[in-house]
């Protein structure tokens, strides 16, 4: 028997639902990885356009993207990343500046309840504190 793995790609990936891409722009320079793991205790997954500062003492660089110039082909380092392959980056001394991308947020809708939830104790905090009756509608 011979199997077509590449035919079955497609009907796999309809059954592996990230959610609706979430696009985001930094409008600051600072560390997106660690704040977003500090608020939503998750990394951040997706892709992301960022500048890459590689480390002076690599041999062999794992981050390679061939490139047609005017003067012939250059290797560069990628502008668009995976976020998976840019935390093992990171593990050979790589550092990264995201700039922008878009993070594929399954995991968002628990957070999105969390905050709904943040905001109703917020909510019972302050007519508790301002002695009016509750009112939901």
């Known amino acids: 028997y011979c199997y077509d793995v590449n035919?079955?790609?497609?009907?796999?990936?309809?059954?592996?639902?990230?959610?609706?891409?979430?696009y985001f722009k930094c409008?600051?320079?600072?560390?997106f990885v660690s704040y977003?793991?500090?608020?939503?205790?998750?990394?951040?997954?997706?892709?992301?356009?960022?500048?890459?500062?590689?480390?002076?003492?690599?041999?062999?660089?794992?981050?390679?993207?061939?490139v047609n110039t005017k003067n012939g082909v250059r290797t560069m380092s990628p502008t668009v990343i995976f976020s998976e392959e840019m935390y093992n980056a990171e593990g050979y001394g790589y550092k990264f500046n995201i700039?922008?991308?878009?993070?594929?947020?399954?995991?968002?809708?628990?957070?999105?309840?969390?905050?709904?939830?943040?905001?109703?104790?917020e909510y019972i905090l302050y007519m508790i504190l301002s002695n009016k009756p509750f009112t939901f509608s």
């Open 36 to 66: 977003f793991t500090k608020v939503y205790n998750k990394k951040p997954f997706g892709f992301f356009r960022v500048e890459v500062t590689a480390p002076d003492n690599i041999i062999h660089p794992i981050l390679q993207v061939k």
């Open 99 to 121: 700039l922008e991308g878009y993070l594929f947020a399954l995991f968002l809708i628990n957070i999105l309840n969390l905050l709904l939830n943040f905001i109703l104790i």
């Open 7 to 22: 035919s079955l790609y497609p009907f796999v990936m309809s059954k592996f639902d990230m959610g609706k891409p979430i």
């Open 27 to 31: 409008l600051r320079s600072f560390d």
